[in-house]
């Protein structure tokens, strides 16, 4: 079983203090196509979870406690392959994602562009945010009514 | 298809509050390979600066201030897409890196793998850190020696 004290692995950076929880930021990446997919954070917990299962766990900010991606939904993510980066305090999974990432029903939580119809007009005014994704499946047949 | 409630750009949830800065986290993405080159955090500022410009700015958290990336190194990330995500909490930069985006000479700040090297041991003991990337440049020749 896993000690968690073992630093060898664990010498990310988890700097990210979010109410109380030390975090690293966890990007997920379609392994085959590279589209990113969402950004969330792990602690020390959700990286060795993902490890031992192959699949990828968080912390959830909102609700302050462990994340299994999909565990409701069934839209969980098969982790092939982790990097971290320059600093530790990141890592990015390279994932098979199920159904899709986002719980709005896209395949990418990504689905929104900052964008402006003019392009003669660049004043900060102008730029808007942009649906530019078709949806995957509907979020009320995936989690039920609000 | 523009969402009413959307319209506002600086609608963003500045949400992740990190030593009294109000920041979302950007991620950077090449426009083309969609190599995911880094993970960094911007304010409202930043997010004006970058739309205004055309070139990344991030808000910097171990400065604590502004920061125009490639300013001093000249490795500038030229902006063609910005998107955000389903909590508006995050945005994705699809960007054109001149040079590198990692200080220490890699194209990708994510050059270190989690792997081991037995896979049929999935003890987390096994996991190590291997940089998997080659350099781009020598650090030393574009930042001086430290």
Not at 29 to 45: C, G, I, P, R, W
Not at 63 to 70: A, H, L, N, S
Not at 104 to 118: A, K, L, V
Not at 126 to 143: M, N, S, T
Request: proline share 2%; hydrophobic share 35%; glycine share 6%.
């Amino acid at each position: 079983k896993v000690d968690p004290k073992d630093e060898d692995l664990l010498n990310l950076n988890f700097r990210h203090n979010v109410n109380g929880e030390d975090l690293v930021i966890a990007v997920a990446q379609d392994y085959e196509t590279s589209e990113v997919l969402m950004v969330a954070f792990m602690n020390k917990e959700a990286i060795i979870k993902t490890l031992e299962t192959g699949k990828a766990h968080y912390w959830s900010t909102s609700r302050g406690k462990p994340w299994f991606k999909g565990e409701s939904s069934g839209h969980i993510q098969e982790v092939k392959e982790i990097f971290t980066d320059c600093d530790k305090d990141a890592v990015l999974l390279k994932v098979k994602q199920t159904g899709a990432a986002c719980h709005e029903g896209y395949y990418s939580c990504f689905f929104r562009e900052i964008s402006h119809d003019n392009s003669n007009d660049v004043n900060i005014k102008e730029y808007k945010l942009k649906i530019v994704k078709d949806k995957v499946f509907e979020p009320e047949k995936v989690y039920g009514e609000k």
